[in-house]
């Protein structure tokens, strides 16, 4: 450090000064950098981005689908839907092909991920009645502690047709009014839980599909009218809905097999390094 000598006291202690506070900050940084060659405690926030997959494309085709080589479904029927458990999370630019024997391959791109914790329904479906060519529908919903429900129309055809949910009874007249809510297309809200009945209604009492639903705090439900009306063939209009009440139960089934397994295995490593430990206590 080179100190400049000057008449006057005060200028060489400010002099002084600004070098040793120099010479700090150029230590700082090298520390600093120092710290940043060998890492940080700091990590970038990741959001669990969960995806289920859907098929409304009416017939008997059959999709697979993967995403960088992966297969994501055991093969997807029409009007199921199936949750990916994917080994690699979800992330923006990832390309998922749908693949089936008498179809062209197709694919949907994931363009945007929000910064929260998200379920991404993904809806393959025809595009029209005049080709085989495949569309897709995609609903994204945020994390909630409410039952949430996202309303779809994938049916290609003239018919006309209103969807309605009802209590578990399914009657949809009261003494205080209509017992019913009408669900219109392209729309989501939330709903109290319950048992409910998911109506999809044409106007006349006896052509009403009808599919229960249950609502359960937390999760994330897809109503969505189905079908094809192709000429000659009539209107053949379908109801889906998932996650449906049978699912759920299986669904639970499993988790709660999972969670006894790990418990037991859990137990049986306990006991074998209890008697482990004992025998090593005999030997001394």
């Known amino acids: 450090v080179f100190v400049v000598r000057d008449r006057s006291s005060t200028k060489c202690r400010m002099l002084a000064v600004l070098t040793f506070s120099t010479l700090l900050i150029s230590v700082a940084g090298t520390q600093f950098a120092e710290v940043k060659q060998h890492g940080s405690f700091l990590k970038p926030v990741e959001f669990q981005h969960r995806l289920r997959l859907c098929n409304a ?4 085709e059959v999709f697979r689908v993967e995403k960088g080589g992966e297969n994501l479904t055991n093969g997807l029927a029409y009007k199921e839907c199936q949750q990916v458990a994917s080994k690699q999370s979800l992330r923006v630019g990832d390309r998922l092909k749908f693949v089936a024997d008498q179809l062209p391959m197709s694919s949907f791109t994931v363009d945007a991920l929000p910064q929260y914790d998200a379920m991404l329904y993904i809806v393959v479906q025809r595009q029209d009645a005049k080709s085989d060519a495949v569309a897709f529908q995609s609903h994204l919903f945020a994390t909630s502690r409410n039952a949430q429900v996202a309303v ?12 309605l ?3 578990a009874s399914g009657d949809e007249s009261s003494k205080e009014g209509p017992g019913y809510t009408v669900m219109p297309f392209g729309t989501a809200f939330g709903v109290a839980d319950g048992n409910y009945q998911v109506i999809l209604s044409d106007g006349s009492a006896e052509s009403k599909i009808r599919s229960p639903m249950q609502a359960k705090e937390g999760e994330s439900y897809l109503v969505l009218r189905t ?5 000659g063939k009539g209107s053949e209009m379908d109801l889906m809905v998932f996650p449906s009440p049978s699912w759920a139960e299986r669904s639970a089934a499993k988790a709660w097999s999972l969670t006894m397994a790990f418990l037991a295995a859990l137990f049986i490593s306990m006991m074998w390094e209890g008697r482990v430990m004992q025998v090593m206590h005999a030997r001394e």
Do not use: S
């Not at 779809?152 to 969807?163: E, I, Q, R, W």
């Not at 079908?227 to 000429?231: E, P, R, S, V």
């Open 57 to 60: 494309y009416p017939g008997t």
């Open 152 to 163: 779809m129309d994938t049916y290609v055809g003239k018919a006309k047709a209103a969807l």
């Open 165 to 167: 949910l009802v209590n």
């Open 227 to 231: 079908g094809a009306g192709l000429a």
